[in-house]
C-alpha cells in the first residue's frame, strides 16, 4: 500500500491510496486502476495522511489532517473495504472527522485494539504549550464514551510543549504513546505515557504513568513497540553536534520495563564520533 495526497482538478488537495502486486505493479483489482482518492467536504481546502494500518479484515485504515477554510485543523479517519471502496458502515460515507483543539498542529497516529477499537493521537495546543492528544473510536467510527471524557484524552506532561509520534497497545489493553518534550529552547528529550483502557494515566507506570527520557543531547521519540516480555523498545533521532559546525542526526533508543524505569541491561553501542551521552530517567512530578 501506498497512500499520500493529491491535487484535483478543482484544486482540492484530497488522500490518495494505491495497492501494488508483490513484483510492484500496480493492483488493478483495486478500486478504479489500483488507486483511490479520497477528497472531503468543500469546506476541506488542505489534507494530508500520516498514519496507514490494515485491520485483521483486511480493510484499510486512514488517518490524516485536514484544514477548513478558517485555518481549524481536524484530525480525519478514512476506512475503506478489501476493494478499495469506503467502507459505509464507518462512521459517514467511510469517513470520521474529529477535532482535537483549533491550534491541533501535528500529524494524526493510529493503532488497532484486539477488540478491534481504533486509537488515534496527535498534538493538540489548547493551553499555549503542546499536549498530547488520543481518541478512541470504535469499530464504526464513532466515538467511544468510554474512552477519556468523550472518547478523548488530552494529557500534559510537564507544562512544556509536547509533541505524540506513535501509539502501540500491550496485550492487556494499555495504551502507550510515545514523542518528544521541549525541555528548553532547542532541546527536546524522549517523552512517554502509558494510559489504563480506559484514557486515564496508568500510575503504575512510573507512579503517574509519564516518562521523560534524556540523552543529554536534544532527542526525538518517533516509534515504540512493546516485547512479548512487556518491555518498552522506544527509537528515534538524536542530534550529533559534529565537527566544523556540521550536525547529525544519529539514531537513539531505550528500553524500558514494565513499571518505566530504565532497563540497564540495553547494551550500549560504541559511536564514530564516540560521546558520552547516557539516557537519563526523568521524573515528572
Known amino acids: 500500500m501506498l497512500a499520500g495526497n493529491v491535487i484535483t482538478p478543482d484544486k482540492i488537495q484530497s488522500f490518495f491510496l494505491a495497492r501494488y502486486q508483490t513484483d510492484g505493479k500496480i493492483d488493478s483489482t483495486f478500486s478504479v486502476d489500483g488507486f483511490v482518492i479520497s477528497r472531503f467536504e468543500e469546506t476541506y481546502m488542505f ?88 481518541a478512541r473510536l470504535n469499530k464504526d467510527g464513532t466515538l467511544d464514551n468510554s474512552f477519556g471524557t468523550a472518547g478523548i484524552q488530552f494529557t500534559d506532561i510537564a507544562g512544556r510543549n509536547e509533541s505524540l509520534h506513535s501509539i502501540a497497545i500491550q496485550n492487556d489493553g494499555k495504551i502507550v504513546a510515545v514523542g518528544s518534550i521541549n525541555i528548553e529552547p532547542n532541546n527536546t528529550d524522549f517523552a512517554m505515557i502509558r494510559f489504563n483502557s480506559d484514557g ?61 524505569t530504565l532497563d540497564e541491561t540495553l547494551a550500549s553501542v560504541e559511536r564514530s564520533p564516540p560521546i558520552s551521552a547516557e539516557a537519563i530517567l526523568h521524573r515528572t512530578r
Open 47 to 134: 489534507s494530508y495522511p500520516s498514519s496507514l494500518k490494515i485491520q485483521d479484515d483486511g480493510q484499510i485504515l486512514l488517518a490524516g489532517g485536514v484544514w477548513d477554510l478558517q485555518g481549524i485543523p481536524r484530525i480525519v479517519i478514512v476506512r475503506y473495504n478489501i476493494n478499495g471502496t469506503p467502507d459505509e458502515s464507518f462512521g459517514s460515507s467511510g469517513k470520521m472527522i474529529i477535532t482535537f483543539g483549533s491550534n491541533y498542529l501535528d500529524p494524526a497516529y493510529l493503532a488497532i485494539q484486539k477488540d478491534h477499537k481504533i486509537v488515534v493521537g496527535g498534538r493538540t495546543d489548547l493551553n499555549g504549550t503542546g499536549d498530547f492528544a488520543l
Open 200 to 260: 486515564s494515566p496508568d500510575t503504575t507506570f512510573d507512579e503517574d504513568g509519564k516518562v521523560i527520557i534524556d540523552f543529554a543531547i536534544s532527542s526525538d521519540a518517533r516509534s515504540v513497540n512493546i516485547q512479548p516480555d512487556g518491555k518498552l523498545v522506544v527509537a528515534g533521532s538524536l542530534l550529533n553536534f559534529g565537527f566544523g559546525g556540521k550536525n547529525f542526526n544519529d539514531i537513539a533508543v531505550a528500553r524500558c520495563n514494565s513499571d518505566g
